[in-house]
């Protein structure tokens, strides 16, 4: 295992040849630190939210207006995780941001990226982006409720490559607590 500042670091889960910020439809899932089951319980095969369930659910769906590149497909939020698509569409958000001013661009080229530079993922439209947003934003409001509340440090993603792919995963998404038992993020916390 490679270090780097004198510490162990765990190389990337993300495919190295592929660019996170292409236009392109991403199958996403993020679990909670140790699996707890923070956000509800599944009860007649449905998902029962808990207060801090509503707010995975809600921050979620605010998605597309802090990143206005992207759109939401399927989505669960599951006791221990969340599972959902995430549609990144760079020309549009090309279009959407040409009404910014001038001074917002402007500001955009002078940003830095620590050690990386330019290269910091942090500072370009991608999916790494996108859920660091919504990760620190559910972490900062679930905290408010349940102090010790963590996300694991990584994601899960899968690049979903064509439609029949896409309806696949639209259906796992959709029918999760259905299978809840057969999950493999299902652990029993009761």
């Known amino acids: 295992m490679e270090k780097f500042k004198n510490k162990y670091r765990i190389p990337s889960a993300r495919l190295q040849t592929w660019d996170y910020g292409s236009n392109a ?10 699996r707890q089951h923070y956000f509800g319980k599944i009860a007649n095969e449905t998902m029962q939210l808990s207060e801090m369930g509503v707010l995975a659910q809600k921050y979620w769906y605010e998605i597309p207006h802090r990143f206005p590149f992207v759109e939401l497909d399927a989505f669960v939020v599951m006791p221990n995780h969340v599972h959902g698509i995430i549609m990144i569409d ?27 530079g330019n290269k910091n993922p942090m500072l370009h439209k991608n999916l790494s982006r996108i859920i660091r947003w919504y990760k620190g934003r559910c972490t900062f409001e679930i905290r408010k409720i349940h102090a010790d509340f ?19 995963i639209s259906a796992y998404i959709i029918n999760n607590p259905k299978k809840w038992k057969e999950d493999k993020f299902y652990k029993n916390n009761m």
């Open 90 to 116: 760079g020309k549009d958000a090309i279009n959407r941001v040409s009404t910014t001013t001038t001074t917002t661009t402007t500001t955009t080229t002078k940003m830095r990226g620590g050690i990386t």
């Open 25 to 34: 439809a991403y199958f996403v899932t993020i679990c909670t630190k140790n």
């Open 150 to 168: 963590a996300w694991l440090s990584r994601f899960h993603d899968h690049i979903i490559r064509n439609d029949r792919a896409f309806n696949n």
